[in-house]
């Protein structure tokens, strides 16, 4: 029987675990995770957990005695320090080896930090983990604090709505000219920022953050080339690098992450990788892809999966993720690198904020958004999938089926 181990704490870890058990391996499974924590959910560390609305409990993939029960070595607080890709070991902080005969790496990334002058003091947050969204939680809760937000991404405008709804004073300080322009376009981001500033968030764009002002240790304030903001509580949310380190020191090919096939196999054929830390050859494209989303955790964790056991798989999911801010809900499907290029259909009007749009590149469905509109992400993947023609005219018809256009 082999030998399996899988280094990661994440979503992606504990699915390839699952799926492994589920589908019948029965050699040894070593889950090593730094945090102290069983695997986790991260979504809801930016959504209903740090809102409030979700229970800690839920952010676990499995409860602790689900691993015993399923015969699957969970190592908690347990940091890698070292992979040997000859001698096919691990070294655990502390010394400890052990052996295997295939690795997954599902290492994650780590938040992008600023290294300005202030950026030590007290008082500026960076989510990432259970352990940062229990803090940020902690310092949002009592409301009524000056709350500057440093990136207008997906996390930083989850946040500021968390932010918003607890009564903090909320500002958004963003590089960007438009929040979301970048994998939205313009006018859509437009329609994200109109929601926030309906809510009273303020947004300062186009500006760059030069550093922190500081009071007896704590921030007191954000300096950017606009001027400055005064701050009780900075989070800073301006992307996440892949935690590539334990694999570029295994001699494993790296850029933008974790190179791998479309089984998910590294360089070494005996080593895979999964997550956020992967960057994924989609034979649909024919290109490397690094999705930093749920459902890519998942998608790659079953593959990961599948490919360690021996099992012919490849990695062919449509990315997919999904944001709550105040009163949208939004899911996402599709291609970012054909989407660039497309044109936007809506079927529906955006200003009612129940819409869904399209990104229609030629003829062809490359991606789809439906906000506030439900039960039809399968039916708009279905038309990602199929890269099909469609009637333009009757994809932007809310009474004609999508089965249809």
Avoid: C
């Avoid at 599709?334 to 044109?343: C, E, I, S, V």
């Avoid at 590149?361 to 023609?389: K, P, T, Y």
């Amino acid at each position: 029987m082999s030998d399996i181990i899988i280094i990661g704490g994440g979503l992606a870890a504990a699915t390839a675990v699952t799926e492994l058990r589920e589908g019948g391996f029965e050699g040894t499974i070593t889950l090593v995770a730094a945090e102290d924590h069983a695997p986790y959910i991260r979504p809801p560390l930016s959504k209903g957990y740090l809102q409030g609305s979700d229970e800690r409990d839920s952010v676990f993939v499995h409860p602790q005695a689900w691993y015993r029960e399923h015969d699957v070595e969970l190592r908690t607080g347990a940091r890698v320090e070292s992979v040997d890709a000859a001698a096919r070991t691990i070294t655990i902080a502390g010394g400890e080896q052990l052996h295997y005969d295939k690795l997954l790496l599902a290492t994650g990334a780590t938040p992008r930090r600023l290294d300005i002058p202030g950026s030590d003091a007290t008082g500026i947050h960076y989510l990432r983990t259970l352990d940062d969204s229990d803090a940020l939680r902690d310092a949002l809760k009592p409301g009524s604090r000056r709350v500057v937000i440093v990136g207008g991404g997906w996390i930083g405008l989850e946040i500021a709505a968390a932010a918003r709804g607890y009564g903090n004073d909320v500002a958004v300080v963003g590089r960007e000219n438009i929040p979301l322009e970048g994998p939205l376009g313009a006018e859509l981001g437009h329609l994200f920022q109109r929601l926030h500033e309906s809510h009273e968030v303020r947004f300062t764009l186009g500006t760059t953050t030069t550093g922190f002002q500081v009071e007896n240790g704590a921030v007191a304030g954000v300096t950017t080339s606009a001027g400055v903001l005064p701050a009780d509580l900075v989070v800073v949310g301006v992307g996440a690098i892949p935690s590539t380190e334990l694999a570029e020191a295994a001699g494993l090919q790296v850029e933008n992450g974790i190179l791998v096939d479309a089984s998910l196999r590294t360089s070494d054929p005996n080593i895979f990788a999964a997550g956020d830390v992967a960057n994924a050859m989609y034979q649909v494209l024919g290109v490397h892809l690094r999705n930093e989303h749920w459902a890519t955790a998942i998608a790659t964790g079953k593959v990961a999966a599948a490919a360690l056991a021996g099992k012919a798989a490849v990695l062919d999911e449509i990315p997919y993720f999904y944001t709550d801010q105040f009163e949208i809900g939004m899911e996402y499907s599709g291609y970012a690198p054909l989407a660039k290029n497309a044109r936007v259909v809506y079927r529906g009007d955006p200003a009612s904020l129940e819409f869904i749009a399209f990104w229609v590149l030629g003829q062809r469905v490359v991606a789809g958004m439906n906000v506030n509109v439900w039960d039809v992400n399968e039916a708009v993947q279905e038309l990602i999938r199929s890269a099909r023609d469609v009637d333009v005219l009757r994809l932007a018809d809310p009474a004609i089926d999508l089965a249809e256009v």
